[in-house]
């Protein structure tokens, strides 16, 4: 016989991962999680993607920092908590003679066992969700995807490393305990009171109304512009979870005591004890967990508005291959257009002027004239037919017809409408026009220099004939994407000439749009993920650890005569209590500030699957979904080992 | 072999503290069987942690073979505790993930004892216990008699002189405890076991040579089997305990 201090600290190991199996499974998610994005890091692939890029392994670091302390709370929480549970044996290793930096030792050699090898587990599927990141950045930048498995070895280290500032922070904090513990405490923990935080009824009513008015301040003050006012709101809404939650675990039952026709009114007892004893010690873990909860779901909501907006002026600024435009009546182009015969082969292409308008119907109706968003135009912008049909075949587009004594409108689709609505003709060089229909497909309609700003005129040519020219425009279909090079080119032509001018293609603005989609998507799912899936571990280890306690107590239910069908019932009216308590919050707070963030940009960005209410409906879902992986392995769980059998 | 004197333990803080034991003194000698027998709440498991060194005394004094427990650094206490103490809880305190075997021999192979050796004195040990056949069994595989009569072995497989027993028979039936007890009786009549044994059982402490009383944390009453036969001396506790205040309804 040879035990060991190793060999008994595998054995402890291989039992911890499989009673906090949720735990370990979580740590392995952490290390696949930290591994894959460390991954992109060091991606040259990636970095060589485009210019943009060059700031994604930064972001990454900085977002890792974050999720570096957040799993390390994550695992000195469960150590300690485990630590805490095994007071007893800890206390008998202590009692038959190992000295206390001994226990340290097999303490610390089972985590390291632990971890070890959920780092190395971790590894090997973070390597599976890295080629998913890569097809998912390719995708962005239209690329094509290959599989190509392989391990990026400054990745490997670079995850060790922060898997090991996380296990050494956590085991120093078990290391003082233990050094610390007196067999007494240890041996008999389990028979340890607990303390409510909270007792006089009236201080905890004051409180949670405090709270809650704090909230709903704070809520709103973390939607102004503002930072200094943003970050007061961040403060009043952490005091208002901890206030809350401190003063409604507690109250829970109070509230029951005093109304004992609904405590003993079907299950209500039953489940109303199961979750008080737990509540009432637990405000503290409970406000943490819904603070953490709020930051993912603002984040989740974040990365989509930003993905949305991102996504949505590419679309606008990539309806041409090639698009510069310079303001003033004279043409300004000459040498941009010579850099272009010179460098940049195009099928077709089209030098044109958009005019101005002798009134300003439409604005006037649209009433756009101190409208934050809107650029200078002081009379209509229009086009001319020959020009927009030969924009839309350059663009792509399906031609359409112009009918005598008509115009049409090409309209963003935020305006149309509103334009839809008017059917008054309007007036222009002498001529009445009638509408003749409204047409919204992407067409540089964003800024000053542009096809109109949100709206254009599309009039017969002879109806512009005679109208003051606002600027020039060029527009190009390439043979070949325009290289990035080529538009840094063109943009310091343009600056030379032009006060106002604008270069645009269709490469460089889809390449902008993954990029800038890349750098704040990536970190900030990076972090949601992370904070989701700690602290519903969190929540689960928690719950998980009554698993004893309610055993005893349904099968002390079953010789009461309690159905199984019933206890099944209340097992989970107590769960579902557990799990929405936390998740509450975040909604009440993270739905009105994503709403409101989703509203921000310019008009006719946030359209279609990026509208307010999709971009709401997607953060909720991409959150609930991940939160109720978590409540279901744990109902699983814990149905399984605490309900009685089936007869 | 053990001295106790005038040792006081305190709980609690200013504003409410609690007298745990007052001014408790009495020796056991080398090879005695002694059991402490008290009501609920009478200061006999605070009694017999102080002795064990997992509590700590407020004042008094405690000896074992001269040396002063309280004197001792914490590398030291582990030492004494290894060498010199076995404990015995109602509730086993043995490690699930060890077998019966490494169980007993835990603290010698840690010690860096010669594996063989330690092999042979857990046999040794397990043979005269009884357990032979449960060695290489888990403690969630064996009845509770064989968990406690492990934890006896445990106890006392690196030659520790004093075994302090918590309650032993506590989670036992009247059959396993009945068992355990001539155990723990051959241990201290053939082998010359110190055992220190606190017991709310009058059953149990019949089994000892002598018995002390506690109440509200002093020394009651004592009481000496002599030559008397154990039905005898159970009947003598009961009387004590008796007296001692309506304590009998605590008794098998």
Excluded at chain 1, 463 to 470: D, I, R, T
Aim: contains cysteine; proline residues 3%; aromatic residues 10%.
């Amino acid at each position: 016989m040879s035990v060991t201090l190793s060999k008994l600290s595998l054995r402890n190991a291989k039992r911890q991962a499989k009673d906090y199996l949720i735990y370990f499974v979580t740590v392995v998610m952490a290390a696949a999680l930290l591994y894959s994005f460390n991954g992109l890091v060091f991606s040259q692939e990636i970095d060589a993607l485009s210019r943009g890029m060059a700031m994604l392994p930064m972001m990454i670091v900085l977002a890792s920092i974050v999720v570096v302390c957040v799993f390390g709370w994550l695992v000195a929480y469960a150590t300690r908590f485990m630590l805490l549970r095994r007071g007893r044996e800890l206390g008998t290793y202590l009692l038959i003679g190992l000295e206390s930096k001994q226990v340290v030792r097999l303490f610390f050699l089972e985590n390291l066992a632990v971890g070890g090898c959920a780092l190395a587990m971790g590894v090997g599927l973070g390597g599976l969700l890295y080629q998913a990141f890569r097809a998912m950045v390719l995708a962005m930048f239209g690329l094509p995807y290959r599989f190509a498995f392989g391990f990026s070895l400054p990745a490997v280290g670079l995850t060790a490393a922060y898997f090991a500032l996380i296990y050494l922070y956590a085991l120093r904090r078990s290391r003082k305990y233990i050094r610390r513990a007196n067999i007494r405490d240890l041996l008999y923990f389990d028979r340890q009171n607990e303390g409510t935080v909270i007792r006089t009824g009236k201080g905890r009513q004051a409180l949670f109304a405090l709270s809650i008015l704090l909230g709903i301040a704070g809520t709103v003050l973390l939607m102004m512009p503002d930072l200094t006012l943003a970050v007061i709101g961040a403060g009043c809404v952490i005091a208002a979870l901890f206030g809350s939650f401190l003063s409604f675990a507690s109250g829970v039952p109070a509230f029951f005591d005093k109304r004992p026709a609904r405590k003993y009114k079907g299950q209500n007892l039953l489940v109303f004890r199961s979750l008080t004893a737990k509540l009432a010690t637990m405000g503290v873990l409970m406000a943490t967990i819904s603070m953490i909860f709020t930051a993912t779901l603002i984040s989740e909501g974040t990365g989509l508005v930003f993905r949305g907006l991102f996504l949505g002026r590419a679309a606008e600024d990539s309806c041409f291959d090639l698009y510069i435009s310079i303001d003033g009546e004279q043409m300004g182009l000459e040498s941009c257009l010579d850099y272009v015969r010179e460098h940049i082969p195009t099928e077709r292409s089209l030098l044109y002027s958009i005019y101005r308008s002798e009134n300003a119907q439409l604005l006037e109706y649209l009433d756009l004239e101190d409208d934050a968003f809107h650029y200078d135009y002081a009379q209509d912008p229009v086009l001319r037919y020959s020009d927009y049909a030969a924009l839309r075949a350059i663009a792509g587009y399906p031609p359409v017809e112009l009918a005598l004594g008509q115009y049409l409108l090409h309209t963003q689709p935020h305006v149309a409408g509103r334009l839809r609505d008017r059917r008054d003709p309007i007036a222009l060089g002498g001529k009445t026009l009638a509408p003749g229909g409204i047409h919204t497909e992407p067409l540089m309609q964003s800024f000053g220099v542009s096809n109109g700003t949100w709206y254009a005129l599309v009039v017969p040519d002879e109806a512009a004939e005679g109208l003051a020219v606002h600027h020039w425009a060029y527009a190009a279909k390439t043979a070949q994407p325009v290289p990035e090079q080529d538009f840094y080119d063109l943009t310091v032509l343009a600056d030379q000439v032009g006060f106002e001018w604008q270069v645009a293609t269709k490469a460089h603005a889809e390449a902008e749009a993954a990029s800038q989609t890349a750098l704040c998507v990536f970190p900030l799912y990076y972090l949601a993920l992370s904070l989701t899936m700690t602290a519903a571990t969190i929540l689960t280890i928690q719950q998980l650890s009554e698993s004893d306690r309610y055993r005893k107590q349904f099968a002390l239910l079953q010789k009461l005569g309690m159905d199984r069908r019933e206890m099944a019932k209340a097992l989970r009216t107590q769960f579902a209590i557990y799990y929405a308590m936390p998740a509450i919050p975040p909604v009440l707070i993270g739905v009105p500030f994503i709403v409101h963030l989703a509203q921000l940009p310019e008009p006719g960005v946030m359209v279609g699957a990026n509208a307010p209410f999709a971009i709401l409906c997607s953060a909720l879902a991409v959150f609930f979904l991940i939160y109720t992986v978590y409540i279901a392995l744990a109902y699983i769980s814990l149905k399984r080992n605490v309900l009685p059998e089936a007869v | 072999m053990l001295q106790v004197r005038n040792i006081e333990k305190y709980y609690g803080n200013k504003n409410n503290v609690t007298k745990a034991l007052d001014r408790v003194s009495f020796d056991v000698g080398a090879g005695e069987f002694l059991a402490i027998m008290g009501a609920s709440g009478s200061g006999k498991t605070t009694l017999l942690n102080c002795i064990s060194t997992i509590d700590t005394i407020s004042a008094g004094k405690i000896l074992l073979d001269g040396t002063s427990v309280a004197d001792l650094s914490q590398a030291e206490l582990a030492k004494f505790r290894r060498e010199r103490l076995g404990f015995v809880f109602q509730d086993f305190n043995l490690l699930d993930t060890l077998t019966v075997e490494e169980n007993i021999g835990l603290a010698l192979a840690l010690d860096h004892a010669d594996p063989a050796a330690v092999q042979r004195q857990v046999r040794d040990v397990a043979q005269k216990l009884g357990i032979t056949d449960i060695l290489e069994k888990f403690p969630y595989q064996v009845s509770g008699g064989q968990k406690q009569r492990t934890a006896c072995a445990r106890a006392i497989v690196a030659g520790q002189s004093l075994l302090l027993a918590d309650e032993p028979t506590g989670a036992l039936d009247s059959k396993a405890s009945k068992n355990l007890l001539e155990i723990m009786d051959a241990m201290n009549r053939d082998m010359g076991t110190t055992i220190l044994m606190v017991t709310h059982d009058a059953y149990s402490a019949s089994y000892a040579k002598r018995v002390l009383f506690l109440k509200d944390g002093r020394v009651f009453n004592e009481l000496l089997r002599g030559d008397r036969g154990r039905p005898v001396f159970y009947h003598e506790i009961l009387d004590v305990l008796a007296a001692l205040g309506g304590d009998v309804s605590d008794v098998i």
